[in-house]
């Protein structure tokens, strides 16, 4: 992640030259590299500008599987960024394009984004049938680290619907198998699901034990941007249970991160309320 912060301009300009000397896979390869690195740094507009170009190269060189991939990540952005119109466009053309593609990861992908573009856009119940699917085709697939984390996601979807027992089962499930493979970022955002619904199960100790850990993964990762979330439900629960201090504390460092990765309408939100 320090070589990523330090050499980030560089390789973005890098890919924009491979593309105009037709050096598509690299072009493709840098923009896919660098997509984990914007995620965990919550630099969604750095990341449309690498999928862009990614996409014009996958375009270039003729492969509807990098297409659909350029396209889905490019939905899932412009979808976070208020352009849920030119968002959804993406998803459709990733959904034309699975007509020449046999792949049941792919497929679940797909419905991986499309669920987190629903409940995004608020569409709970649609959020948490696209989850189910994805789930069904990672474990057609094989891939059990997709399997782990579609697990967490039903079970984060069931929760957002109330249905706590549920995503408890899918949760724990989710953990018992992030923790089989080691898969430490997995396992962090299971966590922050089991504090969400410890929380609202009235289990206080158990919620901030939850966060706490989670928040131990994702600095032991540097993933800022989901430590900057795992802040605010942190200081959401101490005050629920009358802990103001505490709270504000959490609240006060979740604010500064979100103002540092230019989330304004997340910086906005939680500045209105404490």
Known sequence: MAWFDAEHACLMTEQRQALERNAFDVAWMIGRALNNYHLRRGRTHDDVDAWLMALRAAEALGDPLKQVTANMCLGADYVEQGQSAL???????????????????????????????????????KALEHSLRGLEKFRAAGSEIREAESLNEVGWRYACLGRYAEARTFCEEAMLLNNKLGHSEGAAATLDSLAHIAHH??????????????????????????EATVLEHLGDVHSAAGEDASAREQWDRALELYREQGRTAEATALASRI
């Open 87 to 125: 968002g959804h466009k993406h998803f459709e053309r990733s959904l034309e394009l699975f007509t020449h593609i046999d792949d049941p990861e792919a497929h679940g992908g797909a419905h991986r984004a499309m669920a987190w573009a629903a409940e995004f856009e608020g569409d709970l119940e």
């Open 201 to 226: 199960d009235g289990r206080h100790a158990d919620a901030v034990a939850h966060y706490r850990e989670a928040l131990a993964l994702y600095r032991e990762l540097d993933n800022s941007a989901e």
